[in-house]
């Protein structure tokens, strides 16, 4: 702000003689307005300053009033006529008064101080609603006038009288387009507040005040701060209302992060509720609603009311994120899009589809994610805490030495004694690096650098010198080792890179290997400070290592390095490494496993640890170089090199969800890393935390743009949500010019894909002039596919197809003849160049080795159009189309999403030869004739969600051909049968033609997709009736193979079903709440169905019990929580406690209706009588520890579960207590609800993401199978956790 | 395991503390200070009495610099520690003060002042300094990106930075009665002028104060406020 030193006079002026902007103005009026807002600004940051330095808390302009008001009477405010109370909260009462002079009717706003902790909050409020009487706008409660009367603050503003928005909504969801028009006139609103400096923090429908015509006008503006703020966790009650409109920050508690940005979260809550009838998030107690603003993601809204359009959805959940910075940047961004929406324009907000994303990857892995979900998750969170606990001790720990050493050098440097501030300096550098904490290191020796004079010797500087070569020397090597980590995720020559960069950095350092001899070299070696790290960086350049190099690395290893233990591994590692398969050398097997189990092992450095471990994980010693690992991790807690290690050995055994928390620690010690940020996240993507993995992969490409985390951020994106942003981050990826071809792959497929020819055709060029002349049959495979994909002539498909041709030559000679993806290209390049009849041989043979690929048979159809058998091609087409998923469904891995573009592009390009009525179909103008042409023309109905139009051409083609449906059906189970992987035989199911009807239908029926909403409600009750039949002819095949002999077809079967008591698709026709929308004998069809589903699957489910833990890992940790596992007939056998069925469910009614709330330990009487404790308890267990208030509590449990009650004192808040109880009850209400309604299954959402499911299994017995459901935030399956009790009747 | 759980049972600073500081009786102990200056044996129990004060006040400040700016911080599961981080801060302005002995009382509180302005930086700095770790245990997710963690401290640390540099006789009084919180009547013994000439300086010094950090305030830096009925940013 410029400085007026005359406006400041009289600022000076207002303050030393306490005046007012207009007495001290009154010689110079034009500065009014500048005074005036001069002064507004210096009162914001002088209450800013004065709250952190309280000492200036009696200055003029903090101090008020404290009196209370006489409550009930009619308060006497000067110039008004006070007529009745109209309304009274927590923080004062609000009058309907007259203002004499202007004889209008106002409402006036009486603060009491009760609520206010002190005069000075008094006086800041003075100063805002001063702020506020400066903001005009028409839906904005004007404040007219503020002033002091005896007892307290007033302000009279703008008497609104049509009631608030809440009353207006209470409950019931408002049409989408007058709700967003509503939204848009209040964003403006704030907007101008915003613009004014002030935000409101406590936007919700009550304080939505609307006029006789409906007009919204916000009120209470500027209050919230003073009022919600920090206090708000701390306080409950009603005073404050719900916080199911604050922002996760504000809930938090962050109060400088509290901005704007809150705002607009809170117009998003409330254009949520307005379109739902609740607000995004709402339980029970208050601290439920603040954990679940802070921890869970909202229910997308259209699953609440199918009609809230996609866009508004979009816009709503954009204010809702997480992220402040991920939210509209404005009010006015938030007014703008709004509009878009309300024209029919186009908004600016991408939704998110990751949910599909996670899905898809529990149905690949169904056996990873039910069993490892539910167990792991706790015990991570569990472990989680453990480690973090053990770190905060390593941290804190290392913090009191540091203070102390500085303490030292602060006291030497004070006296002048500068030679021993160095020597402080650089004992605290030893330390450091002693226990590989080089930033730390590098850091105090910067300080060594600082002004000290002459008085420190030359040889105390090269001291200081020498340090910093080796702190930089240990960065290095921690550099190199980390990228070639790296490289060997990719398609990278590692072992020739390593050695150049390792021989580089020794060279560097002043130790040659290359040139010096072994005695020397050894003797340089020892006499270094970071001798240890030095060693061990050599073992792991020696095991990348070749031929005599290796031989001249290991004499000099065997000179300098005294350690008995390494020394015995390098001999056995030097034989080990040599083996030929065929002559394999178990003993060196056997020694090295005794070597690492020796005592001696305990004794190494973590670095040593890791780097042999590294070396050996892969190999058929993977899993002790897993335990050794561990077995470190629990010495070293704190050290960076073991949690990567570990995380990064976890991850590719595939235990994502363990790898993550490793990694978490990684990246807390080293929050330099881009690789350790890598690292996490691609567990985080694995476990299906795709926003967390993405945050992390933004972190990794901000430290290191060229890195595997940048080239990880572009690729992750689920197909068109981000994928323009992902283009255009791989771009620049691509400007630093990578010299490995992953880093490649992809990119101009999708630039195809997107549409960018421009780009694709630079990317072409580009790929022709880097990989034109490879020998790597895959990288040649690779290149020519994306050179080809569009036509190119001349010197550019010369180039192309010589590559195709490479891929051939060199698959050949890397023993990989027949190769179908080579086929494939070579088929195409066939095709490019216009050679029609020799590319279809390639194709046809390339199609029948990638049954599960679309390609070789689009370009066939192509080919056998141009040689001009139109009908033939159509019929490939329709085949091509069958064989892949084409609707949004994400791509299940990382490699495969070129994939994906390579085929949506050559479907395209197919469609638009081979369907010359694809225009007129699309428009709804032409129905296709035969069923070749009905199912060739599914592919784009899939992509773009048109799902009633999919859905009539599958009714029409089964029309036309009633074969067809158990026919796919039959042709799936034929082409998956002989595999083993469930997970792709599920895959493959989903291709069957009957199901896919069936979603089809069901989507259509719920009104979803392109042209869902164009649907009649004939129609869509006409889809929906159609998708049942469909699922329940369906269903009877697979009944009938549920009896079948074989065990192999009686598991396929059940897992389809279980898949379809998850399937996101079915959705609409299976989750309760939507079921509420339809009408009642309807739902009841689809009870039935599901109870049907449900009674089958589990019919398998109980005869062979799912073993629930065993099979995930044996390790240590997991084995604490095996104990925990629900033990299915621990006492339900015993027989004592058989017992009357009438009477559990009195007990269980009476015990529910009196609203009582069972103690902590109080064992259940319902479940005492008639269930194994076990199974309670560890149910009340696991409800607890999934909300992350309890996860201490999950960990004192986890040690001794007898400890339960101390444990509980100890660290229990209320809330945790509540939670718990909350759990307890609402699990024994879901099975109450099922023994009174006497049905076979009930489900009860105890919290968002954790369902009860009770169900009634029939067989000899009944059985009562209580089951955890988890889900993810948009409510997708995750897990299920079953336990079975036996109900004997 | 008994010692895993009393971690989560951490003393924080009662607000009874607090205020328990606050009230100190200054006046009285810098009477006496000033009483014992001549400088002999009996003056060094008074000498410790104020350096327990100082040390009082820095203690409070650094706690509030914390609860203000980092109440995330301050909540389990981090809990973070009031005393612990304090240690080593207060053992420095020990040092600092023991080892130059102050000739008077208005040189003692220059220096002190000065002291604990630079150890509340210090302390701002190393809170700033531990978002990462702080988010991992928090919500299990990496740290996003520095700025929503580190609350308010770039502010507070600003705002020392700014006080630094105040002139001379503004900064005196705002120290005085900032930092060391005394009464403007404390304020005009120590410094030896009028409570009005400390009550203008200490206003003034305020408004500096303001001025240098106008983009504290919500609204963002450099953009300017409309002036009220100002409505031409309405239309689209």
Redesign the interface.
């Known amino acids: 702000?410029a400085?007026n030193p005359q406006v400041?006079g009289l600022?000076?002026e207002m303050?030393?003689a306490e005046k007012t902007p207009e007495e001290v103005c009154c010689d110079c009026p034009e500065l009014l307005?500048e005074v005036r807002?001069r002064w507004?600004?210096?009162q914001?940051?002088?209450g800013?300053?004065r709250?952190?330095?309280?000492?200036?808390a009696?200055?003029?302009g903090a101090d008020t009033i404290t009196s209370v008001p006489a409550p009930g009477d009619l308060p006497d405010v000067p110039g008004y006529e006070v007529e009745a109370v109209l309304g009274q909260g927590g923080m004062g009462v609000v009058y309907r008064a007259r203002q004499r002079a202007l004889d209008r009717l106002v409402a006036i706003k009486m603060l009491l101080a009760g609520p206010f902790a002190s005069s000075q909050e008094l006086g800041r409020f003075r100063r805002e609603t001063e702020a506020l009487a400066?903001?005009?706008?028409p839906n904005i409660v004007q404040v007219y006038d503020a002033g002091d009367v005896e007892g307290g603050r007033y302000f009279a503003m703008e008497l609104v009288e049509g009631g608030s928005l809440a009353q207006k909504v209470a409950g019931t969801p408002q049409p989408a387009r007058p709700a967003a028009a509503l939204v848009t006139a209040m964003a403006?609103a704030v907007?101008?507040a915003?613009?004014?400096?002030?935000?409101h923090r406590d936007l919700k429908p009550s304080n939505i005040l609307l006029t006789a015509d409906g007009t919204p006008k916000i009120s209470d503006f500027g209050l919230a701060r003073r009022l919600g703020g920090?206090d708000v966790l701390t306080r409950t009650g009603a005073a404050l209302g719900t916080p199911s409109y604050m922002a996760p920050?504000q809930a938090?508690?962050?109060?400088?992060?509290i901005?704007?940005a809150v705002d607009v979260y809170a117009l998003g809550a409330i254009l949520y509720e307005l379109i739902t009838g609740r607000p995004p998030f709402r339980a029970e107690s208050e601290a439920e609603t603040i954990r679940q603003v802070?921890?869970q993601e909202p229910v997308p809204p259209s699953r609440l009311n199918r009609t809230v359009p996609r866009d508004l959805e979009t816009i709503c959940l954009k204010c809702l994120h997480k992220?402040?910075?991920r939210r509209y940047a404005s009010a006015a961004a938030l007014a703008?899009d709004l509009?878009c929406f309300l024209d029919g324009r186009s908004i600016r907000a991408r939704p998110l589809g990751w949910g599909a994303r996670l899905w898809r990857w529990i149905r690949r892995n169904p056996v990873a994610a039910s069993q490892a979900g539910a167990a792991l998750t706790l015990a991570g969170?569990t472990l989680?805490?453990?480690l973090?606990?053990e770190?905060?001790r390593v941290?804190?720990r290392a913090?009191?030495d540091r203070?102390q050493a500085?303490?030292r050098e602060?006291?030497a440097r004070?006296?002048g004694r500068e030679s021993q501030v160095v020597e402080t300096v650089l004992e605290q550098a030893r330390t450091f690096l002693k226990q590989d904490r080089w930033p730390d290191a590098r850091a105090a020796l910067e300080r060594a650098s600082s002004p000290l004079g002459p008085s420190v010797s030359a040889v105390l500087w090269d001291r200081v010198r020498q340090a910093r070569k080796d702190v930089d020397m240990v960065a290095e090597l921690e550099a190199i080792r980390l990228r070639l980590l790296e490289g060997k995720q990719g398609h990278e020559k590692v072992a020739t890179t390593g050695d150049q960069l390792y021989a580089e950095a020794f060279r560097n350092y002043g130790i040659d290997l290359t040139m010096l001899e072994p005695p020397e070299a050894a003797t340089r070696i020892r006499n270094s400070a970071i001798c240890e790290t030095v060693l061990t960086y050599l073992h792991e350049w020696l095991y990348g290592l070749s031929g005599p190099d290796r031989d001249r690395l290991r004499a000099v290893l065997d000179r300098a390095d005294d350690d008995e233990w390494r020394k015995r591994i390098r001999k056995v590692l030097h034989s080990y490494r040599q083996w030929d398969p065929k002559t394999q050398m178990a003993d060196d097997t056997l020694k090295l496993k005794d070597l690492m189990k020796a005592r001696e092992s305990t004794t190494q450095p973590p670095v040593v640890i890791s780097g042999l471990s590294g070396i050996l994980f892969g190999g058929p010693l993977s899993k002790e170089a897993l335990a050794l690992l561990r077995d470190a991790q629990q010495r070293h807690p704190g050290d960076f090199w073991i949690n990567f290690q570990l995380g990064y050995s976890l991850q590719y055994d595939e235990l994502p969800q363990e790898a993550v928390i490793y990694s978490?620690?990684a990246?807390?010690i080293r929050?330099g890393s881009a690789q350790a940020?890598t690292l996490?996240g691609r567990g985080l993507f694995a476990t299906g935390n795709v926003t967390?993995a993405i945050?992390?992969f933004r972190?990794a490409a901000a430290l290191d743009p060229i890195g595997a985390g940048a080239k990880d951020l572009t690729t992750i994106r689920v197909p068109r949500d981000g994928l323009e942003e992902a283009c255009l981050a791989w771009e620049k990826i691509l400007e630093h010019q990578p010299p490995a071809y992953d880093c490649w792959y992809g990119y101009a497929q999708l630039c195809l894909f997107l549409g960018k020819e421009q780009e694709y055709r630079r990317a072409r060029k580009a790929l022709l002039e880097r990989f034109g002349e490879t020998n790597d049959w895959i990288v040649a495979e690779r290149s020519s596919m994306a050179c080809l994909l569009l036509p190119a002539s001349g010197d550019e498909l010369r180039r192309s197809v010589a590559l195709a041709d490479r891929a051939l030559a060199a698959a050949e000679k890397s023993r990989e003849p027949g190769n179908p993806y080579v086929q494939f290209v070579k088929g195409l390049a066939e095709y490019r160049k216009g050679r029609v009849e020799q590319a279809i041989p390639w194709l046809e043979q390339s199609a029948s080795g990638l049954p599960n690929r679309p390609g070789p048979r689009l370009v066939l159809a192509m080919a056998q159009f141009q040689s001009g058998s139109a009908r033939a091609a159509r019929r490939t087409l329709a085949a091509a189309v069958q064989v892949y998923p084409w609707d949004e469904s994400p791509p299940v891995s990382q490699t495969d999403l070129p994939v994906t573009w390579v085929s949506h592009v050559l479907r395209r390009e197919a469609e638009a030869m081979i369907l010359p009525n694809l225009p007129a179909f699309l428009d709804g103008k032409y129905q296709p004739q035969d069923n070749d042409e009905r199912l060739a023309l599914l592919g784009i109905c899939q992509f773009q969600g048109r799902y009633g139009a999919a859905a009539r051409l599958y009714a029409d083609a089964f029309a036309a051909d009633p074969q067809l449906a158990d026919d796919l059906n039959k042709e799936c189970l034929r082409r998956t049968g002989g595999r083993e992987a469930v997970g792709d035989r599920i895959e493959a199911f989903n291709s069957a033609c009957r199901y896919l009807a069936a979603r089809c239908a069901a989507l259509a029926g719920c009104g979803q997709g392109k042209d869902g909403e164009s649907l009649s409600a004939e129609e869509r009750t006409r889809w929906r009736d159609q998708a049942r039949d469909w699922l329940q002819a369906d269903l009877a095949a697979w009944a009938k193979m549920l009896d079948s002999d074989s065990q192999a077809a009686r598991d396929l079967a059940k897992r389809i079903l279980e898949h379809w008591q998850v399937d996101p698709d079915l959705a609409g026709l299976r989750d309760p709440l939507a079921l509420e929308k339809l009408p009642p004998d309807e739902r009841q069809k689809y009870h039935t169905l599901w109870n049907t589903v449900a009674a089958a699957r589990n019919q398998v489910a109980v005869a062979a019990p799912a073993d629930n833990t065993s099979g995930i890992n044996d390790e240590g940790f997991i084995q604490r929580w095996l104990v925990l596992a629900p033990i299915p007939h621990a006492e339900s056998q015993s027989g004592t406690d058989a017992l009357d069925k009438d009477q559990v469910k009195e007990e269980a009614k009476l015990k529910v209706k009196a609203g009582d709330t069972v103690k902590v330990g109080d064992k259940a009487i319902i479940w005492k009588k008639h269930t194994c404790k076990d199974c309670v308890l560890d149910f009340n267990f696991l409800l607890s520890a999934l909300t992350?208030d309890s996860?201490?509590y999950a960990?004192?449990y986890v040690?001794?579960p007898e400890e339960l009650e101390s444990?509980k004192m100890?660290?229990g808040?209320d809330d945790q207590a509540k939670v718990y109880l909350n759990g307890k009850q609402v699990f024994r209400q879901a099975e109450v609800r099922a023994i009174e309604k006497d049905a076979d299954s009930t489900e009860v959402t105890l919290q968002k993401g954790v369902n009860v499911l009770v169900i009634k299994v029939i067989n000899e017995k009944v059985h009562w199978a209580f089951c955890l459901r988890f889900t993810d935030k948009d409510d997708n399956p995750l897990t299920i956790l079953k336990a079975h009790t036996q109900l004997q009747q | 395991m008994d010692n895993k759980i009393d971690k989560f049972v951490v003393t924080a600073w009662s607000p009874s503390t607090i205020r328990h500081m606050d009230e100190a009786p200054t006046t009285v102990i810098i009477q006496r200070y000033l009483d014992a200056l001549p400088g002999d044996a009996a003056a060094e129990p008074i000498v410790r009495e104020l350096l327990e004060r100082a040390v009082g006040r820095l203690r409070l400040l650094c706690a509030r610099f914390l609860y203000k700016s980092y109440p995330r911080l301050t909540r389990p599961p981090v809990n973070l520690e009031t005393d612990e981080l304090l240690g080593g801060v207060v053992a420095r302005l020990l040092t600092a003060l023991r080892t130059i002995h102050p000739p008077t009382v208005r040189r003692f509180f220059a220096l002190a002042n000065q002291h604990m302005r630079w150890q509340l930086n210090d302390l701002a700095r190393r809170l700033d300094e531990r978002p990462a770790a702080v988010a991992l245990t928090d919500t299990g997710v990496v740290a996003p990106p520095a700025s929503s963690a580190s609350g308010l401290s770039p502010d507070g640390r600003r705002m020392l930075e700014v006080i630094e540099g105040l002139p001379e006789d503004e900064r005196e009084v705002f120290d005085l009665v900032g930092i060391q919180g005394l009464t403007h009547a404390e304020v005009a013994m120590v410094v030896g002028v009028s409570e009005k000439t400390v009550q203008r300086r200490l206003n003034r010094a305020r408004l500096l104060l303001a001025e240098r950090l106008a983009d504290l305030r919500p609204a963002a830096a450099g953009e300017l406020t409309p002036p009220p009925g100002d409505k031409s940013y309405l239309e689209e």
């Open positions: 702000m400085s400041l600022l000076e303050l030393d307005p807002q507004q600004e210096f914001l940051i002088d800013q300053v709250t952190l330095l309280p000492g200036l009696k200055c003029p400066c903001l005009r706008h403006w907007e101008v915003h613009k004014s400096g002030i935000v920090q920050e938090r508690g962050q109060a400088a992060a901005g704007p802070m921890d992220e402040p910075e703008d509009n969170l989680g805490s453990v973090w606990l770190r905060q941290e804190q913090e009191t203070q500085e303490l602060e006291t004070q006296e978490q620690v990246v807390a929050p940020y996490l967390r945050a992390a972190k992350e996860v201490a960990v004192s040690v001794a444990v100890k660290t808040s």
